[in-house]
């Protein structure tokens, strides 16, 4: 049927319904509607495409396939025009009168599951073609199909319950969409405003689109691309266009994979970790797509937190083509994509540390704060990223690591615990009273350099079934090794022990002979089973409540060494000195354990035995 004069129909009532929403909403993001409207001209590209492989006989076929949007600030209008494959009189009552499609359906079902007042819904679906009347006073269709023969149309509409249909003579192949803006909508006739949203959205869709004449989307989606034929420079400029950085990347993965789900996933990781720099904490920042328009730059559960300093992209095409982009919000999706995705990484750290170790150690020196994170945090992945802990240790060399899967190799047939020291750095652990016991018996043990590796420790728990063990934990039982000549005896051990438990009094809750300590005269070790001097540490710089407690410990006294066996004398012959010099071996103590919180009494104390001496 052909008409010369216009024909009014009304909107099927569940669009009526959509557009009131629509209309009336105060959604903040009307900028959407360029996105909808930009992501249709591209499928109706796509589709064209696809008829070019079967059909001869295609209107205007030496069009270009592209997109034209174009601007007009002093008629307040905005106009997208694509070449694609249009649509008949027919097509244009069924498509834009009707809610055969699928976004606008999810849309509707989701309000009527109740979220008829969260106006954001608008944002997550994406009404597609009807967002148009967010902004419009009133929206025109222009439109020719790819079928010659059929007459060209325009469809106009204000929105408000009905749209009418006439013939409009000397179009071309495809849609032209002339929007006239509402009063306080007339910012979306600005070049600027419009280039700007083009670049967010639609930077990557494969058709050209230009705005008032000019190209905006000049980079490609390399993610699609096959990786053996990306170039190096390709990959780094492609990491900089999308993650506005402008370092280069450290690490990259590209894969595609087909099961469970259709994903292609371009990643980067950036080459400085700003976090350690001190800078804010990162935000989620790689970007979902569909089909190459973007559905969200940061989504929240895309990834898990600890991966947050990724950058890249994320593009699913597992729905089929008739679906609409605006389902891809479904959280069980989000949910599969993320377990996918981070599975991938994962592999591909493991793999990085296996065959590039070096580049792994640079990338952990930098972003070891994450895995270690995970580990501590993620319990789904905990295991792989536990794999991916490294530490230096008293077998490796200073800057050297190891990982706790190499610690296990060594481990003789007996030993049951991976034991760690936490210390500020490898002089103060390797100077410390608490690995002299180890390094005797041939014991490796772990560094820790950071506050939170303690935290870290604690959560982890256990590699390969055996136990991660504090080296300076009350609880650890070393084995016995044979006596050295010219310890205290026994008695006199018990004599001594006694004394300086007696002397220092609260200060100590326990006194006695070390099997740990070789070259070093004492050693305290944390009597407080829940907190240990780096969480009391943490603590005080916190200001947390129980850092202040009086503090107790078990001191631990070397009846090998000469300053033992010279406080014995002393003790008996001048118990005021002998009294000074236990106090101060104490404090050395606490020193060694970072547990000392006020040394002015001890510089009286030195400076009262310096004046004897
Ligand atoms: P969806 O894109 O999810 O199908 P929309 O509301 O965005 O829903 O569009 C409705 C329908 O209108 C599309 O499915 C398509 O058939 C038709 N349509 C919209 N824009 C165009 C266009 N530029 N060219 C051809 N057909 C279009
Ligand atoms: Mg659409």
Known sequence: MSTATPQKFEFQAEIKQLLDIVIHSLYTEKEIFVRELVSNASDALEKLRHLQLTEKEIADDTLQLEINVTTDDKAKTITIQDFGIGMTRDELVKNLGTIAHSGSKAFLKALGEGGAKNTNLIGQFGVGFYSAFMVAKSVKVYSHSWQKAEASHVWTSDGSGSYEIE??????????????????????????????????????????????????????????????????????????????????????????????????????????????????????????????????????????????????????????????????????????????????????????????????????????????????????????????????????????????????????????????????????????????????????????????????????????????????????????????????????????????????????????????LVDSPVLALNADKMMSPHMRRMMKAMNKEGADNPLRVNLEINPRHAVIKRLFELHASNADRAKLVAEQLLDNALISAGLLDDATTMVARLNKLLETA
């Open 167 to 516: 013939e409009a003579e000397g179009q071309q192949r495809g849609a032209k969409i002339v929007i006239e803006l509402k009063d306080d909508c007339s910012d979306y006739a600005q070049d600027w405003k419009i280039k700007e949203i083009l670049e967010r959205y639609s930077a990557f869709v494969s058709f050209p689109i230009t705005l008032n004449g000019k190209r905006i989307n000049t980079v490609q989606a390399l993610w699609l691309r096959n990786k053996n034929e990306v170039k190096e420079e390709e990959y780094t400029e492609f990491y900089k266009f999308q993650a506005h950085a402008f370092d280069e990347p450290r690490l990259r993965l590209h894969f595609s994979a087909d099961a469970p789900l259709s994903i292609n996933a371009l990643l980067f990781v950036p080459k400085e970790n700003t976090e350690k720099l001190g800078l804010a904490r990162l935000e989620p920042s790689v970007s979902l797509y569909c089909r190459k328009v973007l559905i969200d730059a940061k989504p929240k559960d895309l990834l898990p937190e600890w991966l947050r300093f990724l950058k890249g992209v994320v593009d699913s095409e597992d729905l089929p083509l008739n679906i609409s982009r605006e389902t891809m919000q479904d959280k069980a999706l989000i949910e599969k994509l993320n377990k996918v995705i981070t599975k991938r990484f994962l592999k591909f750290l493991e793999e990085e540390a296996k065959n590039r170790p070096e580049g792994y150690d640079e990338f952990y020196k930098e972003f070891g704060h994450f895995v270690k994170e995970g580990a501590a945090l993620d319990f789904t992945h905990k295991e792989q990223l536990t794999k991916l802990l490294r530490f230096e240790s008293s077998r490796t060399e200073k800057g050297k690591t190891t990982s706790l899967a190499d610690y296990v190799s060594r481990l003789g047939a007996d030993q049951k615990e991976i034991y760690y020291l936490v210390g500020p750095n490898r002089a103060s652990i390797e100077s410390g009273p608490y690995l002299e016991g180890f390094k005797a018996r041939n014991l490796e043990v772990l560094f820790c350099f950071e506050a939170v590796d303690e935290y870290v420790m604690n959560n982890v728990r256990e590699f390969d079934g055996k136990k991660l063990t504090a080296a300076d934990h009350a609880d650890v039982k070393l084995s016995d090794l044979p006596k050295p000549e010219g310890a205290l005896s026994d008695d006199d051990v018990k004599t001594i022990t006694t004394w300086i438990k007696d002397t220092l009094g609260d200060r100590v809750a326990e006194v006695k002979a070390s099997e740990r």
